[in-house]
């Protein structure tokens, strides 16, 4: 059989499904499985949990993420689960400011992505 083989198309997409993928995949199991652990009246809550576990997932299902991709979302992973256990109650200022700032992080190349897209479909070539 030629180089376009079913054996070789599936080698190929299981290759390009690299670690980084795999470990926003764990980061996203974590954020997931703590939803059913956290307190309802926990903050930053069981929604705010989902949302992450969400976003993470679908970042590593569609796209091969950037190193800062990753280290942000276990970053937020660890915050959202420490905040629903209660672990940063003494801090709210500083746990807000390490929220936005890991969101920020995860946008920023989330932003860059969606740039890319647009100047594509507009026919644009960006390096």
């Not at 974590?30 to 949302?51: C, E, M, Q, R, W």
Request: net charge positive; with cysteine; glycine share 8%.
């Amino acid at each position: 059989m030629g180089s376009n083989s079913l054996g070789n198309i599936v080698r190929m997409t299981v290759w390009r499904f690299r670690v980084l993928n795999s470990m926003l995949v764990v980061a996203a199991a974590i954020s997931f499985v703590d939803i059913g652990y956290a307190p309802k009246n926990s903050d930053p809550g069981p929604l705010v949990t989902a949302v992450l576990g969400v976003l993470l997932l679908r970042r590593a299902l569609y796209a091969r993420p950037p190193v800062m991709v990753v280290i942000s979302g276990y970053f937020l992973t660890a915050l959202v689960v420490a905040g629903n256990h209660g672990a940063l109650e003494g801090n709210k200022l500083v746990w807000v400011a390490l929220m936005l700032l890991g969101f920020a992080c995860f946008v920023l190349f989330e932003k860059k992505r969606i740039e890319r897209i647009k100047s594509w479909v507009k026919g644009d070539q960006v390096h």
